[in-house]
């Protein structure tokens, strides 16, 4: 079972190196980040959310819900780790 195991992480490992092969390369002013998304953002986000900071506008406007769903995820793991904390507090170890 090990095996089948060290099988299917190499299978996975090389099939994310093939698709690393395919990223632009890092701060390339040719990305699709670079050439579509950012020209927009900074030409269109005054006239469209009304927030003079750029970033404000970027992370509450238009990412809100990722930013939501970032908050929830952190929010939901330090809850975790009290309860956890809590639990293992009242317990004597023998």
Known sequence: MKLFYLLMVTITGLWLCYGVIEMPRWGSPNSPASVHVSPRYIEQSMAE???PNMVTAVLADYR???TFGETTVVFTAA???LLI???TRGRKES
Do not use: F, R
């Open 49 to 51: 959310t009304e927030v």
């Open 64 to 66: 809100s819900y990722d």
């Open 79 to 81: 809850i975790c780790c």
């Open 85 to 87: 904390l809590s639990a």
